[in-house]
């Protein structure tokens, strides 16, 4: 196998996020292993959300909504299972779980089952109308966790211990960043598997050119909703994992800022680059820490960063690193 | 006669008050090329639509391999073995072109929904893909992106592509569309070699190529069918003369 500049470049965005930590563990400073892990899960909900919008070439606005879902499964399994009030009461009994083993698939059929009708019926229209019914569908979803006053509403909803994990101790700080690194990991890789099969050969092809795929026999639609529900999983897991960090969920995570942000990690770093999202996920959490000390308006600043990235660098960071002398 | 492998019946489409396929019958028998000539604006893009299964026709009925395929979309009459070309060269531009014949071999299988194996790895998708490249004549080209190609090379990678559903019939929309004398020399050839793996309905507006390749000619002019015979019939036919051939004539 050939070492591409791109691999070399992977490896050093891996091997930082892992040495950030690390090396915060053994000075004794949790909070930056925090930080580590908020990039980690950042990073594996642009991972999903690059799936879609990357390789499937479908702007989503709308992935909030499968982040959201994930927390609120987890929430609402966690603080059902803490207060042993059953889920559901009657013919038979459905209790909640603290054990994350249990959460992550619920999480993810959950939001898959959302992408699934979501992805249905946007999927039927493309472009700007795609954008727009995304946003539309998770901006109901926001709503509707407003104003249900059973887990929290506008408030949110507090579980006051982190879920478990078997023969790990999920309370120190790095166990945590390794489960979820772990998970990114796992998500990269099978980003990078889906991609070069024929699956995503036909993606691509469909991103590409949809309407010459009709005339070789494949139909881009269930391409579409295929890739759309598997980012959407991917996005819900992050969510789970972003709840159990914070031990809170609120409607925010639901909220099309939320969409927004996680579409910035992905064309940050780089759309349709395998670890694009983790490199992105990352500069904009630096950015938020260390332009966070000087002003407030440092959002202002990153989208600068972001116009200049858009307008100079389609590629995104990852694009600019392996860019080689000559290339445009 | 020759086995028949498409037949299309009495095919109307109107677009508002414009009629754009009238009472059309043809039909395409096995190893012939059947042309399809007429003035622009005759209505053969739209006919060729109606064929391949992107637009529905008002009435009238199409027969393709023995099955009624009026009511089939695109990708149902392409997987049936109906395969097209594009008056505008249609590719996967940032694919390669083996990555792109390798998309059409794997279209013709109907397995897309593998996510385990690479694509490109894979044998039963790259032996078919080479040999349709050679076949095409664009041979040594395989690693090269679609859109770093010439337009005549372009061209050739639309037949591999056609020539990678195993067609029963080709439906080819000016194949030479841009290619200049020269580009059209060097594709007819392949195009009149073409007829014996699957017979071939063509749109074409070279006429030298149409003659030099044609078995029967059809002429559509405002979406009427006015003659369909041999190069030397339609050549001789007073009507076509009059009102396409005329001034050449």
């Not at chain 1, 914070?246 to 940050?268: K, T």
């Not at chain 2, 792109?100 to 044998?123: C, I, K, M």
């Not at chain 2, 076949?135 to 859109?147: D, I, K, Q, S």
């Not at chain 2, 793996?197 to 059809?218: C, T, W």
Request: one cysteine or more; a neutral charge.
């Amino acid at each position: 196998m050939n070492i591409t500049r791109e691999t070399v470049v992977n490896s050093a965005v891996l091997a930082l996020l892992v040495l950030v930590p690390v090396v915060a563990q053994l000075r004794g400073d949790p909070f930056t292993i925090t930080l580590a892990t908020k990039v980690a899960i950042f990073a594996l909900a642009g991972v999903g959300l690059n799936l879609a919008l990357g390789f499937g070439g479908l702007i989503s606005f709308g992935h909030a909504a499968f982040f959201g879902i994930g927390g609120y499964v987890t929430g609402i399994l966690a603080s059902h299972a803490a207060n042993y009030e059953p889920l559901f009461d009657g013919a038979f009994t459905v209790n909640g779980t603290q054990q994350m083993l249990l959460i992550w698939p619920i999480a993810i059929v959950v939001a898959g089952l959302f992408a699934v009708v979501i992805g249905a019926l946007s999927l039927r229209t493309s472009g700007v109308f795609f954008i727009m019914l995304t946003l539309a569908f998770s901006q109901m979803i926001y709503y509707f966790a407003v104003s249900w006053p059973s887990y929290g509403g506008e408030d949110g909803l507090s579980f006051y211990t982190r879920n478990q994990f078997p023969e790990l101790n999920m309370f120190d700080p790095l166990n945590y960043f390794w489960v979820c690194f772990t998970l990114l990991i796992l998500a990269v890789g099978l980003s990078a598997m889906i991609t070069r099969s024929r699956f995503g050969l036909a993606l691509g092809g469909a991103r590409q050119n949809p309407q010459r795929m009709a005339s070789i026999g494949i139909r881009p639609f269930w391409l579409s909703l295929t890739i759309f529900v598997i980012s959407a999983m991917m996005t819900a897991l992050a969510g789970s994992l972003y709840a159990d960090l914070n031990r809170f969920v609120s409607p925010a995570m639901l909220n099309w800022h939320m969409s927004g942000e996680i579409m910035v990690f992905v064309i940050l770093g780089g759309n349709r680059r395998l670890l694009g999202p983790v490199a992105g996920a990352g500069l904009y959490i630096l950015a938020e820490h260390l332009l966070g000390q000087f002003s407030d308006y440092w959002q202002f600043f990153l989208g600068l960063v972001l116009l200049a990235v858009v307008l100079f660098a389609p590629g995104g960071v990852i694009g600019i690193l392996t860019r080689r002398r000559g290339d445009v | 006669m020759s086995e028949v492998i498409l037949e299309i019946h009495n095919l109307h489409k109107a677009f508002g008050a414009l009629q754009a396929t009238q009472d059309v019958s043809l039909t395409l028998r096995q190893g012939e090329i059947h042309a399809l000539i007429g003035p622009n604006g005759a209505g053969k893009s739209t006919l060729i639509k109606q064929i391949a299964g992107e637009i529905r026709p008002d009435s009238g009925s199409i027969v393709f391999a023995g099955q009624r395929v009026e009511t089939w979309d695109a990708a149902a009459r392409a997987r049936a073995g109906l395969a097209r070309s594009f008056q505008i060269s249609s590719v996967m531009p940032d694919y390669t072109v083996l990555q792109n014949v390798v998309l059409a071999v794997q279209g013709a299988q109907g397995r897309s929904f593998g996510f385990f194996r690479p694509a490109l790895s894979d044998r039963h998708l790259t032996d078919p893909a080479q040999a349709h490249i050679a076949h095409a004549g664009l041979e040594g080209r395989e690693g090269v992106t679609a859109a770093a190609l010439s337009h005549g090379e372009r061209r050739k990678l639309e037949i591999a592509m056609a020539l990678a559903l195993q067609p029963r019939a080709f439906l080819l929309d000016e194949p030479m569309a841009g290619m200049g004398p020269e580009g059209a020399r060097q594709l007819t050839p392949i195009l009149s070699e073409l007829r014996t793996s699957a017979p071939i309905l063509l749109v074409e507006h070279d006429m030298d190529a149409v003659f030099a390749l044609a078995d029967r000619i059809s002429v559509l002019v405002y979406g009427r069918i006015i003659a369909t015979g041999s190069v030397a019939e339609i050549r001789a036919n007073p009507e076509v003369r009059a009102s396409y051939l005329g001034e050449e004539a």
